[in-house]
T-cell receptor, first 111, second 114 residues
């Protein structure tokens, strides 16, 4: 069965610090993997996606994610967090017509 | 890049009434979906909106409660019928454009039922 696990419900980091958000998945086939961000009062914005090829993918807003097949993980990283990055982050696995979401990680950024 | 809009952006409704939410895209899409995001929760797929035919509903969602229309390639509506406070959620449409299998989301409709 397909599933996505985001183990961290809430993470707090200081502005300028590095960030890693964890995502583990279970999927029967080669996965398409996504990270979305939801700022307060907003819809979901696509940060980045992985379909195939280079396992380190770059996204918008300075985010990157690394696909590790052996660990069934797709962790999101950013070297230096900005206050505007405070939001809810969702990992998802699937495709065009079958997308499974994790429960989300809420990021708080402190000055 | 394409623009996905939803109307209304938010609403406060009385129980027992119905609300129709619109999703409009400024270019043609291959697929459209409707999701519900209950307070503090992740997204749950309600249904796939099929052009010119009945929507395909996920388990736990029925047409009588959530009728959906999709008359063309760029527009869909979701109606939340006979509302109760438990229907208070964010309702989001998502679309897939021709090409990479990626869903893009609208800004959401924030519904509060009193």
């Amino acid at each position: 069965a397909q599933s996505v696990t985001q183990p961290d419900i809430h993470i707090t980091v200081s502005e300028g610090a590095s960030l890693e958000l964890r995502c583990n998945y279970s999927y029967g086939a080669t996965p398409y993997l996504f990270w979305y961000v939801q700022s307060p009062g907003q819809g979901l914005q696509l940060l980045l996606k992985y379909f195939s090829g280079d396992t380190l993918v770059q996204g918008i807003k300075g985010f990157e994610a690394e696909f590790k097949r052996s660990q069934s993980s797709f962790n999101l990283r950013k070297p230096s967090v900005h206050w505007s990055d405070a939001a809810e982050y969702f990992c998802a696995v699937g495709g065009a017509n079958n997308l499974f979401f994790g429960t989300g990680t809420r990021l708080t950024v402190i000055p | 890049s394409a623009v996905i809009s939803q109307k209304p952006s938010r609403d406060i409704c009385q129980r027992g009434t119905s609300l129709t939410i619109q999703c409009q895209v400024d270019s043609q899409v291959t697929m459209m979906f409707w999701y519900r995001q209950q307070p503090g929760q992740s997204l749950t797929l309600i249904a796939t909106a099929n052009q010119g035919s009945e929507a395909t509903y996920e388990s736990g969602f029925v047409i009588d409660k959530f009728p959906i229309s999709r008359p063309n390639l760029t527009f869909s509506t979701l109606t939340v019928s006979n509302m109760s406070p438990e229907d208070s959620s964010i309702y989001l449409c998502s679309v897939v454009f021709a090409g990479p299998e990626t869903q893009y989301f609208g800004p959401g409709t924030r519904l509060l039922v009193l």
